[in-house]
């Protein structure tokens, strides 16, 4: 997890704690792998989310992050022993059979996503 997210669920953990009417549960990282968008809000009145991600609301209207979405139509890249993505751009490893490498137009990241 980079600073970012660290700092947000920092902030998530305080807000609880101080009463905010924030679910507690809120304070774990909602992303399935990766760390929201820092400053992401995409819930009511927030903005859409930038390519590449997805947006994640809690049940209870909580938090509405913006959350790493790599691979099309939601399926998963393949992961470390660690859980996350597995990095296929330069110096990375090479992707699986019928997987394909899809690299961030920054170079941001590189993961091996199913071929669909």
Not at 3 to 28: S, T
Not at 65 to 85: E, H, I, Q, T
Not at 99 to 116: G, K, L, S
Request: glycine residues 12%; contains cysteine.
């Amino acid at each position: 997890m980079d600073i970012h997210g660290h700092v947000y669920l920092l902030f998530l953990m305080l807000a609880c704690l101080l009463g905010n009417n924030l679910d507690c549960e809120a304070a774990e990282n909602p992303c399935s792998y990766g760390s929201p968008l820092h400053g992401s809000y995409c819930g009511r009145g927030g903005h859409p989310c930038p390519q590449y991600h997805s947006c994640k609301i809690a049940p209870n209207d909580a938090y509405a992050v913006c959350c790493p979405d790599y691979c099309k139509a939601g399926s998963l890249p393949v992961m470390d022993g660690n859980g996350f993505p597995v990095h296929c751009g330069r110096g990375g490893m090479q992707c699986p059979d019928s997987y394909i490498c899809r690299v961030a137009p920054t170079d941001a990241w590189a993961v091996c996503c199913p071929d669909i």
